[in-house]
């Protein structure tokens, strides 16, 4: 089936430090999502776009719905401890309404103090 | 805010038994979905719903059965657990299936 790519798996990076996280496909997909993962619980929304090209924020985190509409990427600024966590993306296929949802593998972030 | 319920954050049931896992979901969505999550494995779809007493197999079926008799509530029933289906649970719903919104989910140990 249909599959999302994240790499690395995870990632190690510095209090106060950006990041940025891609997920690409061969596929086109009408919806991408960004989702965040503390152990133990379910994935919480963060972002969606719902059109190319388009870029959203929500306060430290932006992520950009790729031109081409087969990537998306997730930009986390000036990270904090409880920015650690697995960053999903997600995505919705063109073909037609009620599709499933691609998700990628996630990406395990570590932020050192 | 949507709010996705899971009746259990864990639930520990011995081989045979029969599990009855539930998930409500407060926003009145059409399209409701059970995942199973393992380690290197990523989220996999096991059964989704868009309607009452409608439901689709998703890529992992074999082992499970679902119920969704009200709109709200949408059950994924193990009719014999093994241990191969210890796992983290998760729930979500949509209302047109692109935007989906999680439970806490529920970690099953089989035993």
């Known amino acids: 089936g249909q599959q999302l790519n994240q790499s690395p798996q995870s990632m190690f990076i510095q209090e106060g430090e950006d990041v940025s996280m891609n997920c690409t496909s061969s596929?086109?997909?009408?919806?991408w999502l960004w989702y965040k993962q503390d152990p133990g619980e379910g994935p919480v929304l963060l972002i969606a776009?719902?059109?190319?090209?388009e870029l959203t924020s929500n306060g430290r985190l932006t992520a950009q719905f790729g031109i081409t509409r087969k990537d998306s990427f997730l930009n986390i600024s000036a990270s904090i401890p409880s920015d650690v966590g697995i960053y999903f993306c997600?995505?919705?296929?063109?073909?037609?309404?009620?599709?499933?949802?691609?998700f990628g593998k996630g990406i395990t972030l570590s932020v050192r103090p | 805010d949507v709010k996705v319920t899971q009746s259990s954050r864990y639930l520990v049931k011995r081989t045979g038994e029969k599990v009855f896992l539930e998930c409500v979901q407060d926003?009145?969505?059409?399209?409701m979905f059970w995942y199973r999550q393992d380690p290197g494995l990523g989220l996999r779809l096991i059964y989704f719903?868009?309607?009452?007493?409608?439901?689709e197999k998703g890529d992992i079926p074999e082992g499970y059965s679902v119920s969704r008799e009200k709109k709200e509530r949408f059950s994924l029933i193990l009719e014999s657990a093994s241990t191969n289906q210890t796992s983290m649970y998760l729930c979500?719903?949509?209302?047109?299936?692109?935007?989906?919104?999680f439970g806490p989910g529920t970690r099953l140990t089989v035993l």
């Open positions: 979500a719903s949509s209302l047109y299936g692109d935007t989906q919104y």
């Open positions: 926003m009145d969505h059409e399209n």
């Open positions: 719903s868009y309607d009452v007493k409608m439901k």
């Open positions: 596929s086109i997909f009408n919806t």
């Open positions: 776009l719902y059109k190319a090209g």
């Open positions: 997600a995505g919705q296929l063109p073909t037609g309404a009620n599709s499933k949802l691609t």
